[in-house]
């Protein structure tokens, strides 16, 4: 069973730089065919897909985020991480990592509450 667990700071001042790990056990982020993702979710909005790292390392993001987004991985820990500059109040949001193949998401995280305020 795939599992996902986010981890970083609960709160983020603005203009700094968030940064989010996702580690994943059952399962290796190199195995061919799956990908891994970070989506969030404002309150009081719906979820918005930030951005993916394929299992071979390339990335791509949305591009109202791309300016400002990086993920990367570390392999021998089989984990991911997001980062993400420059916050504002409007990056307030639970923040998901999530495996993703063929469109479908069948794995996600708990979910782990980012809050940009000073």
């Known amino acids: 069973q795939v599992q996902l667990q986010e981890a970083g700071p609960g709160l983020v001042k603005p203009s700094q730089t968030l940064s989010l790990t996702c580690t994943v056990s059952?399962?290796?982020?190199?195995?061919?065919?799956?990908?891994w993702t970070w989506i969030r979710q404002p309150p009081g909005k719906g979820l918005e897909w930030m951005g993916v790292?394929?299992?071979?390392?390339?990335?791509y993001y949305s591009p109202s985020l791309q300016s400002r987004t990086a993920i990367s991985r570390n392999t021998s820990k089989n984990q991911f991480s997001l980062q993400l500059t420059s916050v504002t109040p409007e990056d307030t949001a639970v923040y998901f990592c999530?495996?993703?193949?063929?469109?479908?998401?069948?794995?996600w995280g708990l979910g782990t509450q980012v809050t940009v305020s000073s």
């Open positions: 790292i394929g299992y071979y390392g390339s990335t």
């Open positions: 059952g399962g290796s982020i190199t195995a061919n065919g799956y990908h």
């Open positions: 999530a495996r993703e193949s063929g469109g479908v998401f069948p794995y």
